[in-house]
DNA sequence: ATAGTAGTTGACTGTTTAGTCTAATTTGAT
DNA sequence: ATCAAATTAGACTAAACAGTCAACTACTAT
């Protein structure tokens, strides 16, 4: 009973997208606020501070992020091909974005994630819940890549840490430099570090 | 003529610390000043803006980081102990930062460069600058490793991009994690990556 | 020794910000 | 239709913040 409202939803978005877009700390509530259409007795109303917003956002935007990956990364694709068309699809993604925003914004989570570790508990956490869990997607893909017999890797952890960290780093170069391009190397990277046996097709 | 002072140093010193310990959005004008013991009209007599500071005392720290740089990367070296030295060096590095601060604090031009570049032009761009000369310490070692036949690497810009991602994705993750021993992994990451011949002792 | 310059001080202004509170409004359930 | 819960409006406070200024101080070169 009472009155419904998406007011919450649209706070979730709007901070996504400044926090994205900008930085964290430039994102005061008034921003959010009037990107949202939302007054700030509302957003009080529905959250205690812009960390415990940002915190729930961030979660809500993983679990729709989640659909996505499942389906990318279904075991019924072949595991190499999971990883090709994670990189093809974060390149067209951060090209949308490069469009739409004339930015490239690289990863969320790393950004955030970066700036706030150090004084922001509750979403540092957070944030390293979900950089666990889309690393469990990779280390999969490299596991069952390892069982077919196309890829070394007897420990696919260690291997997963690595593709991540390098993906995650070109993806920070691209922000800081605004240049999709830099994503174009990610396949042959991927290739080297998983030593990909069927790679070099000449 | 006139007064000396040193309060310009001891600006950059704190900023440094601060946005390096903290984020760049979250230090203010009153922190740097509060931190260097310096009042705010000596800090408006030295700079314009916190930007400006940080402009400066990023290109100073720098200035600085490139001499112990020159020594680790003397082509008097053999180009993988040169790469070997650089990541030894910057786990020691972290360690030391995690006992003083508690806290591992990563790559301080990635994590500015990752909060400002879609805000502050002039910082961006002097990052910018900052990381293609890293690069370019990275990129003539694997060249003369090359040369000496002791990896394939025909094309050193390449490995050195990926080398560079990969190394700076980990100390992201070390930052995030606030754990140092995530750069343990740099040195065997390494041999994959630029596919050392010797790797393997047994 | 002193004149001129480089640097310092702290009080001041106006603005932005987070956060609060109360009264009003909308809506679903009965 | 009406009640009660859910949501909104917006004015308000106090603190934090950036930036200014004119008077003051210490130094150094002559």
């Not at 997208?17 to 994102?27: A, D, H, N, Q």
């Not at 291997?159 to 994503?183: H, P, S």
Request: proline share 2%.
């Amino acid at each position: 009973m009472g009155r419904v409202s998406d007011a919450k939803e649209r706070l979730m978005d709007a901070v996504l997208e400044l926090i994205w877009s900008g930085s964290y700390g430039s994102t005061t509530i008034d921003d959010i606020c009037e990107k949202a259409g939302v007054k700030k007795g509302s957003f009080y109303y529905f959250f205690d501070s812009k960390s415990e917003l940002a915190a729930e956002a961030f979660e809500a935007s993983w679990k729709s992020k989640r659909i996505e990956l499942d389906s990318i990364f279904s075991p019924t694709v072949p595991p190499l091909e999971r990883l090709h068309k994670y990189f093809d699809f974060g390149y067209e993604f951060q090209r949308e974005i490069k469009a739409k925003h004339g930015r490239v914004l690289g990863c969320p989570q790393v950004t955030l994630g970066c700036e706030v570790c150090t004084q922001e508990d509750a979403l540092q956490k957070k944030i390293q819940v979900i950089m666990d869990q889309k690393r469990k997607y990779i280390e999969s893909a490299i596991r069952d890549a390892h069982a077919a017999g196309e890829i070394h890797a007897p420990d696919a952890g260690l291997k997963a840490r690595m593709l991540m960290a390098y993906y995650e780093g070109l993806l920070t170069q691209a922000r800081i430099q605004n240049d999709v391009e830099v994503l174009r190397e990610a396949a042959s990277g991927m290739s080297t570090i998983l030593g990909e046996k069927v790679a070099v097709t000449a």
